[in-house]
């Protein structure tokens, strides 16, 4: 299947910091989205962005399909910005068709 | 708009036993994939439906099995419980089969097996 890594695996912050947290991918995708996990498991929809960059308040996405990266920013980060953030994607054609495979997430601590 | 449901939250079984989890898909959706997620890691997919039938399926074993109703809903069905099934299983919908349409996930179920 697609190889996803995700970097760092941990990051600690102080409140006000900013970070960038990356995912390589190893083939080409159709689909790359960006999620939270919070402490009850619950995946929250942060960016679906297969390329190009988005932006949502504090945080913004950056997807170079052409390098097979993508960049997610979070700037003055806020204690309940805690949690693991995953990156997933899907590719359009062959054995990797129609599946969703994740990274093994970032686990960031945001302390006050 | 009605999110992503899943039932039960929580779940505890042995060995052996069978396990039942439920999911009903976002307003307007009409694909379900199902996830497993083991404690410290990513989910993993074990397989998606469409127009009720797998559609495509990740490396697990026939006792994972799945059932789409004609209303979208779905169920993830495991026999012969294991202690490596003790997971969080997660649902996501789609518009229209594949994972190229943004997933959204459900809460999911926390399944224990002792």
């Known amino acids: 299947g697609i190889q996803v890594e995700q970097s760092p695996p941990d990051l600690i912050l102080q409140e006000g910091a900013n970070s960038t947290l990356r995912c390589n991918f190893s083939d080409s995708v159709n689909n790359l989205q960006w999620f939270h996990q919070n402490p009850w498991g619950q995946l929250i929809n942060l960016f679906y962005?297969?390329?190009g960059t988005k932006q949502n308040g504090r945080l913004s996405a950056t997807t170079v399909a052409t390098e097979r990266y993508s960049l997610l920013y979070i700037s003055s980060s806020q204690t309940t910005d805690s949690g693991v953030y995953f990156c997933?994607?899907?590719?359009?054609?062959?054995?990797?068709?129609?599946?969703?495979?994740f990274g093994s997430g970032t686990k960031l601590n945001v302390k006050p | 708009d009605a999110g992503v449901t899943q039932s039960p939250t929580h779940l505890i079984k042995t060995r052996g036993q069978q396990v039942t989890l439920r999911c009903s898909p976002k307003?307007?959706?009409?694909?379900v994939s199902w996830y497993q997620q083991a404690l410290g890691q990513g989910p993993q997919f074990i397989f998606q439906y469409y127009e009720e039938e797998e559609r495509q399926r990740g490396n697990f074993p026939d006792r994972f099995s799945g059932h789409q109703f004609p209303n979208y809903s779905s169920e993830l069905n495991v026999n012969a419980l294991l202690l490596g099934d003790s997971a969080l299983y997660l649902c996501?919908?789609?518009?229209?089969?594949?994972?190229?349409?943004?997933?959204?996930f459900g809460p999911g179920t926390r399944l224990t097996v002792l």
């Open positions: 962005i297969p390329s």
């Open positions: 307003s307007g959706h009409d694909t």
């Open positions: 996501a919908s789609s518009l229209a089969a594949g994972a190229a349409n943004e997933q959204f």
């Open positions: 997933a994607v899907a590719a359009p054609r062959g054995y990797n068709f129609n599946k969703f495979y």
